[in-house]
């Protein structure tokens, strides 16, 4: 694909049009929240911050109403786009008012011969009547045998004789505007800048085809003298235009009224001209036989000047094996009944082939810094104002997020920063409580002081059953406004001040999430990861002397730290062992206080266990070993005073007779949940729990 999309046109792709306000205009921008929050389930489900890129450029995403086009849906329209042009247009109009005109030349003529003809038999004068019978059916003769081709009959017709000199002049007209448009034809392949040829624009055209032929060749040969371990085509394009940028720059001096985009390397004028060649050359493609043919017989007729063409010809080459894939042999199915004329049908190839252009640029883009390439204006143009500003909002994707420090870029791949997977969790948390009151999202407050183990740096009265940490500074303050000064100051218990301390509950939980290959299959994979991303903002933001593990359990088990949850994915594995998950998680909690408890999320019976030398063991259906297993893990938890409370999706009926097995052994509860309503059961029991045990201590 060609740069010169990306590149040539950049630099006006940030102009701004103002205009007076009248209270229609509307602003539309959206923030880092709104951009991460389209993109927090992506991140739940894989953590992987270029493929949820991916995703929000392929399909596009809404904020407050508004619509923000993905690639799929331009790239739709640019299909649509093309489609209308094909089906409205037909390339036969560019030879179609050329063989119009010549019979329009060929009646006049007829015309007049009958005329002459008539004008002799009413003279009364029969030798001269005879003779001008013979010479005009000669003449008619002549235009009867005219061939079908419009360059035969062109050139049959400039050794003819006519009869009529208006048809005369009007032929040598269409003649001579016939050989200007084919010149014109050759010199618009390279260049847009010059209009209406005059012989000296003519003879500067050559001389500049002439003169980038030899730049070319310059080019050529510094290509050969560079490294050849410089495999990066940009970095070997940037070495090559510095090497001839003198040359370039001489060139650009002569001739660079041919050329109003001001190119400002050589690369980039060679892109221009490559693209603008191809154009020419789908049109050609294009045609029908009949009509390529016809055109070709035109060029050959009419343009004599034989070192116009040779240079052209020798230049497409030159362009062709410097970017073959610039759409060389592009062609397009018209079928329309609406004719273009030449310039018509060079102006569509132009822009049929800048929709494809921009269509191969969408369909290549996988992250949003390839979209800033594009040329702005240009998409404007072909796609309107709604497509042209979700193309500009979506090249700064990756910028807003790594300005707010939410990505960084890491040896070229983007990466979640601590702060960013602090922000999925959150956004986790608040989707799963944004169906509860704001009073139930479990905090800490209580009702009364008492003793405990912080300190809180407030003092109360001394009672009876308080512990006596004493404020000596209040105590003796107490004391001398009791007894109004002096020394030494006496001290009685009404005196006494003592530290308050914050009454607190410490919890340990370890959750056990079930990674098998059945969770994603029944689309339970997400709910589950989003609760433990939950849990986790849940218990680091508003219970920090809390303890929360992870295990992933599959196969076999493995404890996840809290900065890997973003990236945990299932496992291609069959097996869920339950069994390895709780020696993991009693493992795990025998390292902390407090009151301990398990939350296993699951939605399979277990199917595997670790065996004695340490190796999976999988049977399904669930093997007795497999069971018993299983059951001593339950069975030790409980002895070690470790509740396990279970949360089942799409359960059987052997999960759940065995889930009720494990709840009578342990004391724990089950709960027979769906995805929908996972999060809302499992953090909301978490925050019951923590209450019970306050409530527990207090009394």
Partial sequence: MLRRWRRGRRRSAHRVAYSRWDGTQTGFDFSTADLFSQMNDDLLYHGDVNAALRRLLQQGFDVDGQRVQGLREMMEQLRQRRQERLEQHDLGGVYDDIAQELRDVIDMERDALDGLAAEAAESGDERRAAITEETVDQRRFQLDMLPPDLAGQIKELENYQFTSSEAQQRFDELVEQLRQQLMQNYVNQMTDGMNNLSPEDLARAKDMMAELNSLLEKRQMADEQLPSDIDDPAERNRMLDERLQSDFASFMERFGDFFPENPRTLSELLEVMARRMAAMSAM?????????AQLQGLAEQLLQDMDLRWQVDQL???????FPDAGWDRSYDFSGADPLDFASAAQMMQELGDLDQLDNLLRGANNPGALAEVDIDRARELLGDEAAQSLEQMAD???LLEEAGLIENREGRLELTPRAIRRIGQNALSDLFKKLQQDRVGQHAMEMFGGGHEREYHTKPYEFGDPFNLDIERTIR???QRTGGGTPVELSPEDFEVERTENIV???TVLM????????MRDNFLPAKKVAMALHSLISSQYPRDFLGIVGFSEVAREVKPEQLPEVSWDFVYGTNMQHGFMLARQMLARHSGTKQIIM????????????????FFSYPPARATVDKTLEQVMRATREGIRINTFMLDATSYLTNFIEQ???MNGGRAFFTTPETLGDYVLVDFVEHKRKLLGARRR
């Fill in 316 to 322: 497409s080459q030159n362009l062709q094996a410097m």
């Fill in 284 to 292: 050609m493609a294009s045609m029908t036989p009949e009509q390529r």
């Fill in 397 to 399: 994707l990756a910028k």
């Fill in 478 to 480: 107490n004391a001398i």
């Fill in 513 to 520: 999430l079930d990674l098998s290959l059945s969770m994603p």
């Fill in 662 to 664: 494990i709840s009578k």
């Fill in 601 to 616: 999320v699951t939605d399979g019976e277990p199917t595997a266990h670790v065996d004695e030398d340490g190796r999976p």
């Fill in 506 to 508: 410490r919890s340990s």
